[in-house]
């Protein structure tokens, strides 16, 4: 072979390479199905031993809810479930939105065992958003008390005919933006969990009547400039003798853990808590709590043991 005809070949060689394009080891994979699969706020259902100790059941497959059970509301988030029973019923309040307007309200769903759900309507809908239904039963009648953060208000509600219709009451408190109040009654005394805007800082107040003057006590915030243990992520627990709050870790990433504190001393003029571990719920990297769980219910069942409605953010098929 020739040198003039070998540099030919070269030139060919390279020729050829450049207008061909990439190898076959940059194409992009085919998906499967974690890929396929869209990342949505959906509802699930834990269990345990104790209100510490929970997991899924073997015999149920979460989600129990997700967006495409909502029929009245293009929903594509569900989100902060709070469940109460009523003769033997189990009802699920919880946040319904569009993510892209922030549109949505409050919805329902109703099951007979915990298990099974099966969703009925919105039964708070406002023109401003709200979310967080943090539902409780108080002096025979059930109330609700849901994040408006939009509004410069902790807004209550009552409910008039119960699960369905809900009227306004008052403002617990005002003049500011107040995110996931969560209320408890503790030695004759109401206690307020709440947040400002922002996940690093908690507010703590009190009243002696649910309806009456609020009073923020004098060491709050209790939590400032942490947003590991800030945020409220659920309803407060009163378990034996104690009262334990809630807490979502925003840190590194929005709602990654709930963690259950144990308040040790609370009274118009101290606070003192205790951080438990490990953190009640978590994500797992895989499947429908991917990458978030954010919020835990917990209600004591007949036999001793416990169930929690818990939202996460993770991948459904």
């Known amino acids: 072979m020739t040198r003039t005809f070998s540099a030919f070949l070269i030139i060919l060689l390279a020729l050829g390479l450049c207008f061909c394009g990439p190898g076959p080891q940059n194409e992009d994979p085919q998906p499967d199905a974690q890929t396929e699969a869209k990342s949505v706020w959906s509802l699930g259902i834990y269990t345990g031993p104790t209100p510490f100790e929970l997991s899924q059941p073997e015999d149920l497959s979460n989600p129990v809810l997700t967006p495409s059970d909502v029929t009245d509301f293009d929903a594509d988030i569900l989100a902060h479930p709070f469940m109460v029973v009523e003769d033997s019923r189990y009802y699920l309040f919880f946040t319904v939105k569009y993510g892209a307007t922030e549109e ?68 617990l408190l005002s003049g500011d933006i107040f995110i996931s109040a969560s209320v408890a009654y503790y030695n004759e005394t109401w206690w307020m969990f709440v947040s400002p805007e922002g996940n690093d800082t908690l507010r703590l107040f009190y009243a002696s009547d649910l309806t009456g003057e609020w009073t923020e006590h004098p060491m709050s915030p209790i939590v400032e400039s942490n947003p590991d243990i800030a945020r409220p992520g659920g309803r407060i627990l009163q378990y034996n003798d104690a009262l334990y709050r809630m807490g979502q870790d925003c840190d590194p990433t929005y709602g990654n853990q709930v963690h259950a504190f144990k308040i040790t001393e609370i009274s118009p003029t101290s606070y003192q808590e205790k951080m438990l571990e490990p953190p009640l719920v978590q994500a797992s990297a895989t499947g429908w709590n991917a990458k978030s769980m954010h919020h835990v219910d917990l209600l004591p069942t007949e036999d001793g043991s416990w169930i929690a409605a818990v939202d996460a953010l993770g991948l459904i098929p």
């Open 104 to 171: 949505g309200g409050i919805g329902l769903a109703l099951s007979d065992n915990g298990f099974d759900w099966e969703y009925q309507q919105l039964v708070v809908d406002e023109p401003y958003v709200v979310a967080y239904p943090y539902v409780f039963k108080w002096q025979g009648d059930y109330y609700m008390i849901p994040e408006t953060h939009t509004e410069p208000s902790v807004r209550l509600y009552k409910a008039t005919d119960f699960p369905l219709e809900w009227t306004y009451e008052k403002d």
